[in-house]
């Protein structure tokens, strides 16, 4: 009888353990995707900032941002230059990494309508933040 209560106890902390991380995972990129999409269509340069992981890696010959003060300074290189993320973000979610759960990218249109603009999101220790900017066709 004990040897049963154990193991549904066990059982039952093992499942509960994996809905928890489960929800955890899937609930921290909604929310965080939810602060930083707010922020970029708000021209909130601030938030981003601190949702953001330095130094920021940016596409082929272009230089990474590595501060704050130099993502305020390129600002419109971020959010503008090479799509337009605030109308991007109004409408596209994240796509999870299928072999990194530590990773998430939006793809949004460049000037010709392709999806070949990644803004790349990692998580780490202090979450989640905006670790990149790629185009790949560059």
């Known amino acids: 009888m004990r040897t049963t209560c154990k193991l ?4 039952l902390a093992v499942m509960l353990s994996q ?3 489960g929800f955890q995972t899937g609930n921290d990129v909604s929310t965080f995707w939810e602060k930083f999409k707010t922020a970029v ?3 909130d340069k ?14 082929y010959g272009k230089r990474s941002i590595r501060s704050k003060a130099e993502l305020l300074r390129r600002w419109k290189e971020v959010v503008s230059e090479q799509s337009d993320a605030i109308k991007c973000f109004a ?12 990773r998430f ?17 990692e998580r ?3 979450g989640w933040k ?9």
Request: aromatic content about 6%; hydrophobic content about 40%.
């Open 41 to 43: 269509i708000k021209g």
């Open 105 to 121: 990218s939006v793809a949004c249109p460049d000037a010709a309508g392709n999806e070949v603009v990644i803004f790349q999101f």
């Open 130 to 138: 905006f670790v990149g900017l790629d185009n790949i066709n560059e």
């Open 46 to 59: 601030n938030t981003v900032a601190t949702l953001s992981r330095f130094p920021i890696q940016m596409s």
């Open 19 to 21: 809905t928890a991380i």
């Open 91 to 102: 409408s596209k979610g994240p796509e999870l990494d299928q072999s990194n759960s530590r």
């Open 8 to 11: 549904l106890g066990l059982a």
């Open 124 to 126: 780490g220790r202090a």
